[in-house]
């Protein structure tokens, strides 16, 4: 008996965006990276086309973010400086691009100046040639004052500014438009507040095309089910022809990891957990890797063993 | 939703008109407006105007010089057909085959050749299903002629044949139950179509009997429709029922997305 063909059939694909910008295209980057493209789910090439790997970008922070000593030192006494942070991921860990986020313009931290962030986006920009991504504080109304410089400062630079949600996107949409960036588009876990958000950006004049949704990233063991399905069922409708859910999407793995007790608390708080340093890096790998698996494209990431680890599932798998 | 335009019909009077006097512009304005709204194919009827070819390729490209939404023809002679065919820019829609074994020996064959997609109304030579296991059976015999040509699941649109609610009140139930019955045939099902407007035909109130039908039509697996596409209630209610099915994803300004993307 023959055996029916059981290969799903998907009548679209996922955008294909493009950041960071060479000299040829007005830009200083070496190199540009570019995600999406796929015309089935994950991995399951004998499907359809997967012509672009999921990537991993380098967290860096301009002040050093409130992690755990086993983490900080694992990446090294460049966590002290934005630039050389930026330079260590991209020479040592193998990024293939840099995350920059504005922590220290937090009101309720260190309350950083607007031109001090984008102080930091210049020097980054100019210690590193890979694309970068260039995230606010979280704060709305900060963002609204820190990402038209920080975007001003990047300015043919293409890259990708996070983040657009239903509060801000005009602002960001403005800026994005104005200096030639890419949009993350941010929703809270809720499906129907991402596909909002991007018809919001289509209304306001911006591409989807030049969209990365984002719907925030949950550590793995406090709602990581949730983002994951929803990952998941982006990337069908997406599939399906729904033009509005087409975009590739991003995980802030590293971002949210270390805000969870199992990846910061060592063993004298939980015994029998095993030491955090190692703990830490196999916490942030399980998380991405689990999100690889539902359809994510971009990858922020910090511990290298973790990096190390993703890096090779995806060159296994791909 | 596919949404099947169904304006330019010659069954339609200045359609007609247009047809016999050669006047384009008629043609033109329908398949741009059903486009400009969301129209998936444009449907293109010769009726009774006239039966040469020529006339049909004729239609076709106007529609094509203006829109570049496929074409549903609306035709089942074969000689017919193979010219329009020719004239599709797009793999086009055939509107439609019974489930009379010549008729579908005919057809299919030419389907399969352009690659193109084929409706088949669930009657045979002994005229229009009475019931629900009348219009399963000839389904059956469609998808099973139709996967012998080598047509997959999606080229095939099953029509359960609609009939007027006013004069034909039972048969409203088992179209229902039929169309329930022919997502069963395959996985991925084949497409399940109607043609809207039969159900209101003669009725005083048409838009909401439309409405009502369609609805019940999507629960029940309808993913297709000939239908009146400017009629924006009736679009707005097709995307209802497809997210209450949980078909699409739901956002608060779904409708307007829909307009937006259909304007393009």
């Given amino acids: ?318 | 939703m596919i949404l099947i335009g169904e304006r330019v019909n010659a069954g339609f009077k200045d359609v007609k008109n247009a047809i016999i006097n050669k006047d384009g512009n008629v043609i033109k304005e329908w398949a741009r407006k059903q486009s400009e709204v969301g129209a998936s194919y444009i449907d293109v009827n010769l009726g009774t105007a006239s039966n040469k070819p020529e006339d049909l390729c004729w239609m076709i490209e106007l529609v094509q010089e203006v829109v570049d939404t496929p074409i549903s023809i609306d035709n089942n002679k074969p000689n017919m057909l193979k010219d329009a065919m020719k004239v599709c820019k797009k793999p086009p829609l055939v509107n439609s085959t019974t489930a009379v074994e010549e008729k579908m020996n005919q057809l299919f064959p030419i389907v399969a050749e352009y690659n193109a997609s084929i409706i088949g109304l669930v009657m045979d030579e002994t005229g229009s299903p009475a019931n629900a296991d009348k219009r399963v059976e000839n389904a059956a015999k469609l998808m099973e002629k139709a996967m012998e040509f080598g047509l997959s699941p999606d080229q095939l649109y099953l029509d359960p044949i609609v009939m007027p609610l006013n004069c034909m009140q039972q048969q409203a139930k088992e179209i229902l139950a039929a169309a329930n019955q022919f997502q069963l045939f395959s996985d991925p099902p084949c497409h399940i179509v109607c043609g809207l407007t039969n159900i209101s035909s003669g009725a005083k109130h048409t838009h909401i009997i439309n409405r009502v039908f369609m609805t019940m039509m999507i629960a029940n697996g309808c993913d297709a429709v000939i239908c009146n596409v400017l009629d924006e209630e009736l679009v707005n209610t097709i995307l209802t029922a497809e997210l209450i099915m949980n078909k699409a994803i739901y956002a608060d300004s779904y409708i307007e997305a829909f307009r937006k993307k259909a304007k393009g």
């Fill in chain 1, 1 to 318: 008996m023959q055996l029916p063909d059981v290969k799903e059939k998907w009548t679209s694909k996922i955008n294909t965006v493009t950041i960071g910008a060479t000299k040829d295209q007005g830009g200083t980057r070496g190199k540009t990276v570019t995600v999406g493209g796929a015309s089935t789910l994950p991995f399951l090439k004998f499907e359809g086309e997967i012509p672009h790997k999921p990537v991993i970008a380098g967290f860096v922070s301009d002040v050093v973010p409130d992690w755990p000593e086993p983490i900080l030192g694992a990446i090294g006494k460049e966590v002290n400086s934005p630039v050389e942070w930026a330079q260590k991921n991209v020479q040592e860990f193998g990024v293939d691009l840099i995350s920059l986020k504005m922590i220290g313009a937090d009101p309720a931290g260190k309350n950083a100046k607007p031109e001090e962030c984008a102080k930091v986006v210049e020097q980054v920009l100019q210690a590193v040639d890979v694309p970068l991504i260039i995230w606010g504080c979280g704060d709305d109304e900060k963002d609204n004052h820190i990402l038209p410089e920080c975007s001003q400062a990047g300015k043919g630079e293409n890259c990708l500014i996070g983040s657009a949600k239903e509060s801000n996107y005009m602002t960001v949409v403005a800026i994005c438009k104005a200096d030639k960036h890419k949009i993350i588009s941010e929703a809270p876990v809720d499906i129907n507040i991402g596909k909002q958000v991007n018809i919001l950006l289509q209304d306001a004049g911006y591409d989807l095309k030049d969209v990365v949704m984002f719907q925030t990233t949950a550590a793995l063991g406090y709602g990581f089910d949730y983002v994951y399905t929803i990952i998941e069922r982006c990337r069908i409708a997406g599939l399906k022809g729904d033009n509005l859910m087409a975009a590739p999407q991003i995980c802030d793995v590293a971002g949210e990891t270390y805000r969870v007790k199992e990846a910061v608390a060592d063993e004298d708080v939980l015994p029998g957990w095993g030491k955090l340093e190692k703990r830490g890096a196999m916490w942030e790998a399980a998380c991405a890797e689990g999100y690889l698996q539902a359809g994510s494209d971009i990858f922020v990431m910090a511990q290298p063993n973790a990096i190390k680890s993703v890096r090779k599932t995806i060159d296994t798998l791909l």
